[in-house]
């Protein structure tokens, strides 16, 4: 999850409609999306490397910026927030919003900015609609995305959210303020990130150790992506051999299992 300083300190008062929801409580949905995740500055890009890249607030950009996200970031997936691009120095630039998502982004006046899924992203996993219950400005649609591009509409029809391959990458424009961590899941599935959970889980992961944090009541199905034998690594309990188990937890529930391979 990348966040640019330059862009939140040119950000005014009245922005906490989009702000608020994100950059603060995004770090939700990204917390429990089924994987493990990391915050960085925009000034990490090429000393890092990652399957999927969130791009929350590349709103002012200058071209040199732009060629090294891109060239940085090739063969992963991107997913761009709000108004990727938008400012170039001192002018908006239609231009570089197109370069950085690979849509053509246009400018939408709906009543609000809410994005709500469609039949295209339904199939995919999504059901959650997200995004501000009124009017913002300024909002963009991908007024190119074909209906079968298209995941999320803003009320009226126009593209909220759109999925494309771009020279064999993945670019997710998403521009509704917020995020849901069924929207991450689809972006790290095509990005082959290894999900832990397909369900709303706070997970952390390194090396044969898995951490998960409860989010909700209910069973939650560990996918290890290794065969071996699972074990409590707190009691040393055998609890699976495979690379699935599933676990029952309530709410706020902690477990720390260990794989041996």
């Given amino acids: 999850a990348m966040i640019d300083e330059r862009s939140m300190l040119e950000t005014s008062a009245s922005a906490w409609t989009v702000t608020e929801l994100g950059i603060y409580q995004v770090r939700r949905p990204l917390g429990r999306m089924g994987a493990p995740y990391g915050q960085y500055l925009l000034d990490d890009i090429g000393r890092i490397q990652a399957k999927l890249y969130v791009f929350l607030n590349a709103w002012q950009l200058s071209a040199t910026q732009r060629k090294a996200i891109l060239t940085h970031t090739r063969g992963a997936g991107r997913i761009w927030c709000y108004v990727p691009g938008l400012h170039d120095g001192d002018r908006s630039s239609p231009e570089a919003m197109r370069e950085l998502t690979g849509f053509r982004l246009v400018p939408v006046t709906p009543g609000k900015a809410w994005a709500t899924p469609t039949e295209v992203g339904k199939q995919l996993g999504l059901q ?112 699976g051999n495979g690379r699935r188990i599933t676990l029952s937890l309530k709410k706020g529930d902690t477990r720390v299992l260990r794989q041996y391979r």
Avoid: M
């Fill in 128 to 239: 959650t609609a997200f995004g501000v219950d009124g009017p913002i400005t300024p909002l963009f649609a991908a007024g190119d995305a074909t209906p079968a591009e298209t995941l999320a509409t803003y009320p009226g029809g126009t593209a909220a959210v759109a999925l494309r391959k771009i020279a064999g990458d993945w670019s997710l424009f998403v521009g509704a303020p917020g995020l849901t961590s069924e929207l991450l899941r689809v972006a790290a599935r095509k990005a082959g990130v290894h999900l832990f959970t397909e369900t709303d889980c706070n997970v952390y992961a390194n090396g044969p150790i898995v951490a998960l944090h409860a989010a909700q009541d209910g069973p939650v199905t560990v996918d290890t992506g290794h065969r071996g034998a699972i074990r409590d690594a707190l009691t040393g309990d055998v609890l």
